[in-house]
């Protein structure tokens, strides 16, 4: 699976849009870019997941350059409650026993503040 | 949906004492992983089950360290005997075996080893 580059850590203010890069240069073909969040005291949460095209859910938005070198997580309007480490991974989608397992690195540590 | 249970949330114990920690995955997920987090390595995978068989259990830092699921609705992750740099947070995840399918965690249970 491809490496991931993240900065350590970020600040933004409550209300405003926080944006998350990530670097993956080396991504191929056929891998997918994760993000998961982990809040303090509590397991990684699934955020979004995309493969070329820009995705959008309930929870955030994934912008992935045209070359796939990197890509954005981009949260409208944060809140203190978005506080945590947000982790980017690529890796391919599987279809056989490798499931769904995932390789996480160092992360981003987002603090939201008042 | 209960999402994934684990116990005990904590759990403080001597060196070497046998130590069990226990899991109960989403209904219906046929994968499931147990990842460990310590500040110095971050997350990393254990073992994964796939239809509650061990797939791989290359993470498994030592022989103290077994894994078991004797039905799809159960895990357990034993340590004997128990360490202090055994000392960590201890991660169950399980999903659906589908392409993309995202991972969904536990709390964790927090292992100190005195």
């Known amino acids: 699976d491809a490496k991931t580059t993240q900065p350590p850590s970020m600040d933004c203010a409550e209300g405003r849009a926080a944006n998350l890069p990530c670097n993956h240069s080396?991504?191929?073909?056929?891998?997918?870019v994760y993000w998961y969040r982990q809040i303090h005291s509590q397991g990684p949460q699934y955020i979004i997941h995309?493969?070329?095209n820009n995705e959008t859910n309930e929870m955030a938005s994934l912008i992935i350059t045209e070359d796939r070198k990197s890509s954005t997580l981009i949260l409208p309007h944060a809140t203190l409650r978005d506080t945590a480490v947000y982790y980017c991974?690529?890796?391919?989608?599987?279809?056989?026993?490798?499931?769904?397992?995932?390789?996480f690195g160092g992360g981003t540590r987002l603090m939201v503040k008042p | 949906d209960a999402g994934v249970i684990q116990s005990p949330r904590h759990e403080v114990t001597e060196m070497g004492q046998e130590v069990t920690l226990r899991c109960k995955p989403i209904?219906?997920?046929?994968?499931l992983f147990w990842y460990r987090q310590t500040m110095m390595r971050g997350l990393e995978l254990l073992i994964y089950?796939?239809?509650?068989?061990?797939?791989?259990d290359s993470g498994m830092p030592e022989d103290r360290f077994s894994a078991k699921m004797p039905n799809a609705s159960f895990s357990t992750l034993k340590i004997q005997p128990s360490e202090p740099r055994d000392s960590a947070v201890y991660f169950c995840?399980?999903?659906?075996?589908?392409?993309?399918?995202?991972?969904?965690f536990g709390n964790g249970t927090r292992l100190t080893v005195t």
């Open positions: 995840a399980s999903s659906f075996g589908r392409v993309n399918s995202p991972l969904h």
């Open positions: 080396t991504i191929s073909g056929n891998e997918y």
């Open positions: 995309g493969l070329k």
């Open positions: 991974i690529v890796r391919v989608a599987s279809y056989n026993n490798a499931g769904n397992m995932l390789t």
């Open positions: 209904s219906g997920h046929d994968y």
């Open positions: 089950f796939n239809n509650n068989v061990p797939i791989d």
